[in-house]
């Protein structure tokens, strides 16, 4: 461990599935050549973490949200909330009272995570009683997801922002979307806003020459996505020199996996697999993906620069907007359920079978991006 190296504590609270904390510790594999990181997990441990001599991995004791009505619980089931803030916020204390760090970044909040509130103030006051001169930011993707609430939620955002933070790292290439698109007072925060290009987990900066006669199915955790894949199904005949190899995710429901067994009885070109260990250098050798339009698997395809179908979730726009985005620049084709019937889906894959890579180099530096920033930033406030 390097003792010249600045002090940094990255905050991260991961509550229904795991992207947030994927992202997160992208850009801290990045950090850590820069920085001494500390990593503050707040969700249960899932067996992701770094292997970096300056990187440190610290578990409060996890909460999680119900998806039927976004209250706190404890995954153990033993304590309550409440129980469970009082033991992170001791937590929390010891650590800052450990060193003197010269960063704090909170992922998401203070763009969302409202419930935690309490926990991250106190944590930046604490820290900021330590070094009055600490660099506090905010780590936050490309898209809010809207709420109902929308012009109250952005007042309070854009007020703690002004209050207790110095930069706003906006993980997206500006080119393809710009954070005022989905946060109105976005305008009032321009000073403190930093786009450092997208994250992803491994920059490549060519694709394979050799790619297989393959076509790749895959859903991300399976719980949206069966008319797809279902509707995909029925291009198999159609297109006998390619070997289909579907991915139904973890959680696809029952139905599907009995129709995807049945198919590949019959079906000499279809296989299921269960699990990728490397998705992202699968999908760099295959002909052509046809998948979900989730932020980590969008950045897979921009990062392998791999032909590409995608079918948004329509419950928010933040799936439909990026992936709208991406297809104008000629870097992804998208479907939606009006496209599902055979004729269609067969001439759009077609297209991108014989379609070849744009020109249009999209910033998938994000994490690079973030800590030559923070780094830039230190050095300047220690010369003031």
């Known amino acids: 461990m390097s003792a010249n190296k600045p002090t940094l504590l990255f905050y991260c609270q991961h509550l229904l599935g795991i992207g947030?904390?994927?992202?997160?510790?992208?850009?801290?594999?990045?950090?850590?050549?820069?920085?001494?990181?500390?990593?503050?997990?707040?969700?249960?441990?899932?067996?992701?973490?770094?292997?970096?001599?300056?990187?440190?991995?610290?578990?409060?004791?996890?909460?999680?949200?119900?998806?039927?009505?976004?209250?706190?619980?404890?995954?153990?089931?033993?304590?309550?909330?409440?129980?469970?803030?009082?033991?992170?916020?001791?937590?929390?204390?010891?650590?800052?009272?450990?060193?003197?760090f010269d960063v704090v970044i909170t992922e998401l909040f203070p763009f969302g995570r409202n419930k935690f509130k309490p926990e991250v103030v106190a944590m930046i006051k604490a820290l900021r009683e330590v070094n009055p001169q600490i660099l506090v930011a905010t780590s936050v993707r490309d898209i809010l997801v809207e709420k109902k609430d929308s012009k109250e939620r952005d007042r309070k955002m854009a007020a703690l922002v002004q209050d207790y933070y110095d930069w706003v790292l906006v993980h997206s290439d500006e080119r393809i979307v710009?954070?005022?698109?989905?946060?109105?007072?976005?305008?009032?925060?321009?000073?403190?806003?930093?786009?450092?290009?997208?994250?992803?987990?491994?920059?490549?900066?060519?694709?394979h020459t050799q790619r297989r006669k393959e076509i790749l199915i895959s859903m991300g955790g399976g719980v949206v996505g069966d008319e797809m894949v279902l509707a995909v199904l029925k291009t198999v005949p159609h297109f006998s020199e390619y070997l289909f190899r579907v991915v139904p995710g973890p959680y696809a429901s029952a139905e599907l996996k009995e129709t995807l067994a049945a198919l590949s009885q019959t079906a000499a070109n279809l296989r299921i697999e269960k699990f990728l260990h490397n998705f992202e250098e699968e999908l760099s050798q295959v002909a052509l993906s046809i998948s979900l339009a989730g932020y980590n698997t969008m950045m897979n395809i921009l990062n392998t620069k791999t032909p590409a179908i995608v079918y948004p979730y329509m419950a928010n726009i933040e799936q439909n907007l990026r992936a709208t985005r991406m297809a104008g620049e000629g870097l992804m084709s998208v479907i939606y359920d009006s496209d599902l019937d055979l004729e269609t889906l067969k001439s759009k894959m077609t297209a991108q079978l014989q379609a070849t890579w744009p020109s249009f180099e999209v910033n998938l530096k994000g994490s690079e991006g973030s800590s030559q920033f923070l780094l830039k930033k230190i050095k300047e406030r220690s010369l003031t």
């Open 20 to 100: 947030h904390l994927t992202r997160s510790l992208a850009i801290c594999d990045a950090l850590a050549a820069d920085f001494e990181v500390h990593f503050v997990q707040g969700g249960p441990d899932v067996g992701k973490t770094l292997q970096a001599p300056d990187f440190h991995h610290h578990f409060l004791t996890p909460l999680l949200m119900k998806e039927s009505d976004s209250s706190l619980y404890d995954p153990a089931g033993v304590k309550s909330p409440e129980e469970i803030f009082e033991l992170r916020q001791k937590s929390i204390k010891d650590l800052v009272a450990s060193k003197k």
């Open 178 to 207: 710009r954070l005022e698109e989905t946060f109105s007072l976005a305008n009032e925060l321009t000073a403190k806003m930093h786009y450092t290009g997208f994250v992803t987990e491994t920059p490549k900066s060519e694709k």
